[in-house]
């Protein structure tokens, strides 16, 4: 009955206007209302009143991060650390947060609150999955074992411990991992792109792909599966079907650099210069010479000249050769500088 709820409430902050208790109420059945500005303002009203009061900070902060305003909802909850340290939500909030853009700064917090609250499971995955991504995968794989142990059904924990194991060359022991999830929840698209993943690394190819296409077809939008399947694809020397799918990718996320490089590289690779030559000129105009990896470098270098663009070509095999360890991508890129330069020179 949230009017009669509202009614009550209005009723006695008429004789307690500032009461902190009443605030965060009222500030509730605004935000269920969808009133986000009234709750914001009734829960800062709160905090106002009594700066001590924890609940009235942990519902501003969520109610901040619930209106993608990260960084302040990272303020308000460092303000609750100052007044309740061992604030466990807190901790993880900012952890949780702080992960997606600074791995190394979000494990302080996150460790603290896995350190006071041992047998919250949400706290040790967010842990494990930060280990991960500082390479820390031993740790990783400790952590996320003890959350399975707490929590043995919890898909969500399995598929990052078998990311953690893939990370380190356990190739089998996280497809099992992943099979085992997958025999009982077969629409976990995640951690069916990551069992293609896992069968790609071990040098299981069709069965990459062959799993990769069965996420795409769970998640039709799914990036990190047709990133999967375009990897298969390219290791089966299959480039116009590997630009097609990032294209596919592309459209999804036109942001994503290393997406139009792959593209491009995968069109270069089966003949289509011209389709592949603007997305090189886009991204060196962007970042410049050395921004590739040297096999993007020499294959881009291929294409410029391809195009009668010799300078441009000759750049290029520069700086593959520069970049390249000795081999024969190193010796193509001599040589193709070699080549360019007696042209320019007229010779």
């Given at each position: ?9 209005q ?13 965060v109420v009222?500030?509730t ?11 914001e303002?009734?829960l800062?009203?709160?905090?106002a009143s009594d ?11 969520q109610l901040?991060l ?12 460092n303000?609750l ?11 993880h ?6 992960l997606r ?5 979000a494990?302080?917090?996150l460790?603290?609150a896995a350190?006071l ?13 930060a280990?991960?991504?500082?390479d820390?995968v031993g740790e990783a ?6 959350a399975?142990?707490i ?10 411990l078998?990311?953690?194991l ?6 089998e ?10 025999e009982e929840q077969p629409n976990h ?9 896992a069968?790609g690394?071990?040098?299981q ?7 990769a296409?069965?996420a795409l077809a ?10 999967t399947l375009?990897?298969?694809l390219?290791?089966?020397?299959r480039?116009?079907?590997e ?9 999804e996320?036109?942001d994503?650099?290393?997406?139009m ?12 210069c ?7 000129e ?11 990896p040297p ?8 294409c410029?000249?391809i195009?009668?663009s010799?300078e441009?070509?000759?750049r ?13 991508a190193?010796d193509?890129?001599?040589?193709g ?10 010779e």
């Amino acid at each position: 009955q949230p009017e009669a709820a509202e009614e009550i409430v209005q009723t006695a902050l008429e004789r307690l206007p500032d009461d902190p208790d009443l605030l965060v109420v009222r500030a509730t059945l605004e935000n269920r209302r969808g009133a986000a500005e009234e709750a914001e303002i009734a829960l800062r009203q709160a905090v106002a009143s009594d700066p001590y009061h924890k609940s009235a900070r942990s519902r501003l902060g969520q109610l901040l991060l619930e209106s993608d305003r990260s960084q302040e909802a990272i303020e308000v909850y460092n303000d609750l650390l100052t007044i309740s340290p061992g604030d466990t939500e807190a901790l993880h909030t900012i952890g949780s947060i702080t992960l997606r853009s600074n791995p190394v700064g979000a494990l302080p917090y996150l460790e603290e609150a896995a350190r006071l609250a041992p047998g919250r499971t949400l706290y040790l995955t967010s842990l494990g999955i930060a280990y991960v991504h500082c390479d820390r995968v031993g740790e990783a794989e400790a952590t996320l074992r003890r959350a399975l142990e707490i929590d043995p059904n919890n898909h969500q924990i399995g598929n990052n411990l078998g990311i953690a194991l893939l990370r380190q060359g356990e190739y089998e022991d996280a497809i099992e991992i992943f099979e085992t999830i997958l025999e009982e929840q077969p629409n976990h698209f995640q951690a069916r792109n990551n069992l293609a993943v896992a069968f790609g690394e071990s040098g299981q190819i069709e069965s990459a792909e062959r799993e990769a296409r069965k996420a795409l077809a769970q998640k039709p939008g799914f990036v990190d599966a047709m990133l999967t399947l375009a990897a298969a694809l390219h290791h089966q020397d299959r480039q116009v079907e590997e630009a097609e799918v990032l294209a596919r990718a592309l459209r999804e996320m036109p942001d994503r650099s290393d997406i139009m490089l792959r593209l491009a590289v995968a069109r270069a690779g089966s003949g289509d210069c011209a389709r592949a030559i603007p997305f090189f000129e886009a991204m060196l105009a962007e970042t410049g010479l050395g921004s590739f990896p040297p096999e993007a470098h020499l294959t881009a270098g291929r294409c410029f000249e391809i195009a009668g663009s010799t300078e441009i070509a000759l750049r290029q095999f520069e700086e593959a050769a520069r970049l390249a360890a000795q081999g024969p991508a190193r010796d193509e890129a001599m040589e193709g500088v070699r080549r360019l330069s007696l042209k320019l020179d007229g010779e």
